[in-house]
């Protein structure tokens, strides 16, 4: 079992730059690939970002590449999304997730999830 909490969201105006966290508990926690997806009301949750367990591996989506950076930190078991540039269509629930073995993108290949953390951009 893995519990997973994110924080870090909140309002910012296009352009800014947000950091969010997430701190997971565990100790397979370095043998866990981690993700970062969004949600909006009245759509489905989509892929962000991903890094594999070791971190040498990071995938990210189309939307997003150039502006947002995973890392992770295991000897902290702490996952960050370094978000710049932020546009308003970034707006959404962020949450963290994550799984044993390799890197996956979709939203069915997670076990664990957080609670979520808002991200407002406005224009």
């Known amino acids: 079992q893995v519990q997973l909490v994110e924080s870090g969201g909140g309002l910012v105006q296009a352009g800014g730059s947000l950091r969010l966290s997430c701190a997971a508990s565990?100790?397979?926690?370095?043998?866990?690939?981690m993700g970062w997806f969004r949600q909006v009301p009245g759509k489905e949750r989509e892929f962000v970002t991903a890094i594999s367990w070791g971190g040498g591996s990071t995938y990210y989506a189309d939307s997003v590449k150039g502006r947002f950076t995973i890392s992770r930190d295991n000897a902290k078991n702490t996952v960050y999304l370094q978000m710049n540039n932020l546009k308003p269509e970034d707006t959404a629930v962020y949450y963290c997730a994550a799984r044993r073995g390799v890197t996956r993108i979709g939203v069915n290949e997670y076990d664990y999830w957080g609670q979520g953390t808002q991200v407002t951009v406005s224009s």
């Open positions: 565990g100790r397979t926690f370095s043998n866990y690939a």
